[in-house]
């Protein structure tokens, strides 16, 4: 698998190289993928980089501080961004123990690994474990003390990726506000982002949203076609997305916690192209679609109709289809890639060229997965 993993990696870079827009996603600067690992077939990390490197992307986020994979990026172009397990958090409550984390994960591989942020934890608020919550922003705070200790806190931030859950109201997304039952851990939360300048990530995913009532969410609002939108009536601010639409309602959220102009980003976003009988919208067409109209408005570098001048940085989940995630078949199948690096279906974008330009500059990496018609 790895010579195979190589030699498409290889064919990639010959056809980006005579394409006419050279590179996948050149000049996308805020654009990251999801590089999960639950899988027991997937490449070894220096083929996952070269599969990277052919694509263009830039930006990683990892589930872990896997040190084959710190290591193997070593010298890259790639920005990672790592995460402290949730089961590590009452740990490194205490400085010393954060203080010892950081110079035995992070500090080995610095500055030759890019690693630009640590997420602390994942979906904390939300988890069903609710012990975690208090363990949250003191780790937090011990992991950034141990990065100043070191003088590495003004190269990496310190956050930590939420579930969209933790609003009790997002539509429409003027409404959007946090659950009370965290209001006083969020407000924490929020005052240490607000005196780092660390983003607030969110995990995304309108595809639950049509899962959920496909009846009454309009499939092209949730998969960036073209459509009528909506317009909240109390900005009168227009929405033609649905992730747009969350990522504003997560800003009016914080905003109502007395705090503004904290970055939002999205730490997760995909659709599956594979579900079970129930798991309506997983499907190959649907995740095509989803994937290719992010990356090309990621080509534009927008923002949401709340901060039209603020890019918004948003990392696809997920790189590979990783075989050992529990749960539903969804959750095996959010790939773009399979394990052996074929694609699971075509991402090709029409690049940077306005729909109405009579430009045939695209970019089409086909795969031998059915074709999706665009």
């Known amino acids: 698998m790895a010579l195979l993993c190589i030699r498409i990696a290889m064919i990639l870079v010959l056809f980006l190289a005579f394409s006419e827009n050279y590179g996948f996603l050149r000049g996308v600067t805020s654009l990251g993928i999801n590089y999960g690992q639950v899988g027991n077939n997937l490449p070894q990390p220096e083929k996952v980089l070269d599969l990277l490197s052919s694509l263009k992307l830039t930006k990683a986020r990892i589930y872990d501080t896997n040190p084959q994979i710190l290591t193997a990026f070593a010298n890259s172009n790639v920005e990672l961004i790592v995460t402290v397990e949730n089961q590590m958090l009452a740990v490194l409550m205490d400085p010393q123990q954060a203080f010892q984390w950081v110079s035995t994960h992070i500090k080995p591989y610095f500055p030759a690994t890019r690693i ?5 934890g994942n979906e904390v608020f939300t988890d069903s474990d609710t012990t975690l919550l208090a363990y949250l922003v003191p780790a ?32 429409p997304p003027s409404a959007g506000s946090f659950k009370t039952e965290v209001s006083g851990i969020m407000s924490q939360y929020l005052q240490f982002l607000s005196s780092t300048k660390a983003p607030f990530w969110i995990n995304a995913y309108p595809y639950f949203a049509y899962k959920d009532k496909p ?32 990522v504003d309602a997560v800003i009016f959220a914080i905003a109502r916690m007395g705090f503004d102009g904290i970055e939002v980003g999205v730490s997760e976003t995909g659709w599956p192209s594979k579900g079970d009988a129930d798991e309506v919208g997983a499907m190959v067409d649907n995740a095509a ?5 992010i990356l090309r408005r990621q080509f534009k570098n927008e923002g949401t109709p709340l901060r039209p001048n603020m890019r918004l940085e ?9 075989d050992m995630k529990p749960g539903p078949t969804s959750e095996r199948n959010y790939g773009l890639f399979q394990p052996d690096c074929t694609m699971v279906y075509s991402v090709g974008i029409s690049a940077l ?22």
């Open 116 to 120: 630009t942020g640590i997420a602390v």
């Open 140 to 171: 937090i705070v011990s992991i950034h003390g141990a990065l100043a200790q070191l003088g590495l806190d003004s190269y990496i931030h310190v956050s930590t990726p939420n579930s969209l859950a933790v609003l009790t109201e997002s539509y």
């Open 215 to 246: 009846d009454e969410v309009p499939l092209d609002y949730v998969l960036f076609n073209p459509n009528s939108g909506m317009i909240d009536p109390h900005t009168k601010l227009h929405y033609d997305n649905m992730l747009y639409a969350q």
């Open 289 to 293: 679609a989803y994937n290719k109209n």
């Open 314 to 322: 948003i990392y696809l989940f997920a790189l590979f289809n990783e």
């Open 353 to 374: 060229s306005s729909p109405s330009s009579t430009s045939s500059a695209s970019i089409s990496l086909t795969s031998s997965a059915t074709k999706v018609k665009t």
